[in-house]
């Protein structure tokens, strides 16, 4: 068994669309970054990338290379999966945290845990999406960025199904 963990933060700022879970959101502010800066997607990549020792997101997928500028996460994530399954190991389940003032994320998660699950081929039942804030604190609270995080353990073999 491999256990990894992922963290991400992006600022929040105008004209960009705000996608987390591969969801676009409707919100007045979007999420700054290379790619779509879905902070759930790469926290979760992270993660996956860290238990197996495989470095980070930008070692895979660099914010230099013009490939990625405004990529959909999810079609990063299921580079990241694939990698994962050539190294031996599935995915026995992600626990994920959304930190983030606003807006209210309830009824988005579910919609999350299916993108996440159909884009690694995982059941829903492997993969938790949660939301908190921070009651006003900090970044998040202040609404200057949204962060997640991510834990993710694989287990070596083939997936059984």
Sequence with gaps: MRIGSGYDVHRLVENRPLILGGVKIEHPLGLLGHSDADVLVHAIMDALLGALALGDIGKHFPDTDGAYKNCDSLLLLKKVGQLVATKGYRIN???????????KLAPYIEIMVENISRTLDLSGECVSVKATTEEGLGFTGSEQGIAANAVVSLLKGEINR
């Design 93 to 103: 389940n992600i626990d994920s945290t959304i930190i983030a003032q606003a807006p």
